[in-house]
């Protein structure tokens, strides 16, 4: 009989294309994720995947167990909840995964609150690709998606989150440091860092900047950064201004490292949404969390990203 372990190993190794990534996922050592992807193999007397360099890709076979793997697993967890349910607890996994920066943030002391008041479930937050998401929600890999803007899916519904906040931080030294506000006609001026073109925070800014007909084409971009953090600790070392989400600057601002400055005519708030699958197997973790979220008693986490 197959063992339930070595599909959800095999499932994680099929997405990340790396034993050492998958292993990170799972809290679990490098060896041992190999060791149970040789013995799923061994038990099925088929390669699931071929090396090439330091690279693994999913054989035939693998892609044909690939789906009915996540079935088998998702059944697994199902039974073990309904199991749970029955004792009229709430108990089982959560996995959530996150495209957002401010979700990173807002979603563990949402999580540590949650677990509180359920001890019995387990929570796991993983980042994700925006294109990634809809696919892992209906495939049913996650439960919940975080992401910065609705998703389109019939088969996926959202509800609005929070409201992220981005502002524009420029190094402590910096000219622009003493200044009230500007004007978005200044921001041609100085070297700037920007997201990564899949960024919310970037979409957001150059929807605002168009409005006053400004595009990234006529500003002196210096660079793009992937991660609102490194770009928060380049803007402190002067290498240049930005715009990130005040979640992630919040640190920063405290120590005095960046400066906020305000700039006229821009409105930076974006909407973070959640998102589930409509139609799936009975989830009562889930769906406890769902409705969690916006318990009151939660208001002081959702009002985080304003600080």
Known sequence: MIDIKHLNVFIQVAATQSCSQAAKRLHLSQPTVSKHIQNLEAELNVRLFEREGAQLHITNAGMTLLPWARKLVRQSINVEEMMQSMQNTIAGQLRISCTTTPGKYVLPHLAARFRKQYPGVQIFIQPCDLEE?????????????????????????????????????????????????????????????????????????????????????????????GNAEAIVLAVAGDLGVSFVSRMASAYARVWGCVVEVPVEGLNLERRICIARRKLSHPNLVRDAFWAFIHAPENEDILSLPEA
């Open 133 to 225: 998401m809809s696919s892992r929600l209906l495939s049913e890999d996650v439960d919940l998606g975080v992401v910065s803007s609705e998703v389109r899916e019939n088969d996926l519904e959202c509800q609005y989150f929070f409201t992220d906040h981005i502002s524009f931080i420029v190094p402590e030294k910096h000219p622009l440091s003493l200044r009230d506000s500007i004007e978005p006609s200044e921001l041609l001026d100085v070297p700037i860092l920007l997201r990564e073109p899949s960024s919310g925070t970037r979409r957001t800014l150059q929807a605002e900047l168009a409005k006053h007909d400004i595009s990234f084409d006529e500003m002196n971009v210096l660079m793009e950064v």
